[in-house]
């Protein structure tokens, strides 16, 4: 069994900034891509930024520039550093990793269990 644990959603102020964190633990042999993804009220969850393993990087036009992504490997920990935010900002925020329990294994999708990010002043 693999785990995703996330912290930081908070409420702030249009302009400010927060940083997400997504700690994966459990069985894992690797964890491949990792990622954040948002869901406002009313609305579709969208992808926000993803990172591969190598540190490749995706982002939604909606937040480049504003937000960063990275991941540490050695504590498979990832995080989303978002600054400049904006009342449109607000949802809540769902890390994924897929991952591996064992070198043959087949890699598979885990979802933390959403923080909440409200921008409002």
């Known amino acids: 069994q693999v785990q995703l644990v996330e912290s930081g959603g908070d409420l702030v102020q249009p302009g400010g900034s927060l940083r997400l964190s997504c700690t994966a633990s459990?069985?894992?042999?690797?964890?491949?891509?990792m990622g954040w993804y948002r869901q406002a009220p009313g609305k579709e969850r969208e992808l926000v930024a993803q990172?591969?393993?190598?540190?490749?990087?995706n982002y939604a036009d909606s937040v480049k520039g504003r937000f960063t992504i990275s991941r540490d490997n050695a504590k498979n920990t990832m995080y989303l550093q978002m600054n400049s935010l904006k009342p449109e900002d607000t949802a809540v925020y769902y890390c994924?990793?897929?991952?591996?329990?064992?070198?043959?294994?087949?890699?598979?999708?885990?979802w933390g269990q959403g923080t909440l990010v409200t921008v409002s002043s």
């Open positions: 994924y990793a897929d991952a591996r329990t064992s070198a043959r294994g087949d890699y598979f999708r885990v």
């Open positions: 459990g069985s894992i042999f690797s964890i491949a891509g």
């Open positions: 990172i591969t393993s190598v540190g490749r990087l």
